[in-house]
């Protein structure tokens, strides 16, 4: 994805140029984004067991 994107800011169309830039934003921020709600999603039921022995 970078390689392309370097190729393309060398001499391509800015409008592709700024569309590989905003997927390579976005790609990370989902990355991050499914790391911080994995967690939550999987043990949500555990937080409700924390009382009951």
Known sequence: ???EAVALAA???RRVV???AL???LLPFVGFAL???LPALLFRRRRTM???R
């Open 23 to 25: 997927v390579q934003t």
């Open 35 to 37: 790391a911080a709600a």
């Open 11 to 13: 001499g391509g169309d």
């Open 18 to 20: 700024s569309v590989f």
């Open 1 to 3: 994805m970078t390689s």
């Open 50 to 52: 924390e009382g009951v």
